[in-house]
């Protein structure tokens, strides 16, 4: 058997299986991510920048720093270059379809003043955006049926890309990714830094740092909440944990959409599936006794 290295220099790509192993622990601890086995390749490309950019030698240094605090934002710079941000416009298309053509109109009729989405795991912003734009054609569809005022709350672990998303504004490959010729004249403005989403749009949203991993308290209730491409990284116990306090956030009769290969069979039964033109939601069954952690 191969004895452990102690020592490693990423940059030359081997880690070895103390330093992954003690990597691996971290990443699972601070944002719920699991690398399978043999990733160490993934480690040492990813963090090869990172080590550059905080002037470190080797992932034992980087892990060693870690763990001391010294180094402002290496954690979260760790954190954002081990996820995947990957996401479009209206991804997937149809629950945003289920949004405008089925919840909306059941909401709708709720004599409640504000209605409530969350987008938990936004990432640059093409998803809350997506629901604002959803909102705003229903109600340019449907004059004088949505009464109540709708809040999205868009929340993500990393401070970089919530504050990418935060300003909204998008080059033209990331434009061409999912959205329609209309929906761009309707929802953009030329800016000199590029195509920036419409004040109205930007104004349902709220921006907030947020752990998946840790308390929703601060959050409060909602009617809908889009968890979507993130869990799929996550262990069958942080799902479970996740998809059991997301049923706290949700008012009666909320809905809850999560990625194309996601689900909660298997995992947690405080859900019920149900198909809705063309793709599939979560409602809560029996409502859980109301505990925040
Ligand atoms: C693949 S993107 C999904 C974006 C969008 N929901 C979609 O479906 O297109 C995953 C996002 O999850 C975020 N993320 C990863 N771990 C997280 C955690 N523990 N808490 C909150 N967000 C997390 C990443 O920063 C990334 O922006």
Known sequence: MLEPKRKTDVASSSVGELEYRGFREFLEQACGIVLGENKQYLVSSRMKKVLSEFKLGTLTDLMHEMKAGRIRGLRERVIEAMTTNETSWFRDRMPFEALRTKILPEL????????????????????PYSISMTVHEFQMFNPGLLTQEVEIIATDISPAILSAASRGVYDEPSLARGLSEERRRRYFERTPEGMRVTQSVRDRIQFRELNLLKSYALLGRFDVVFCRNVLIYFSEESKRDILERIAHTLNPGGYLFLGGSESVTNITDVFEMIKLDGTVVYKIKKKPHYTFS
Request: proline share 0%; net charge positive; charged share 30%.
């Open 108 to 127: 709708a009729r709720q004599e409640t003043k504000r209605l409530r989405i969350w987008s938990a795991a936004c990432s640059s912003g093409q998803e």
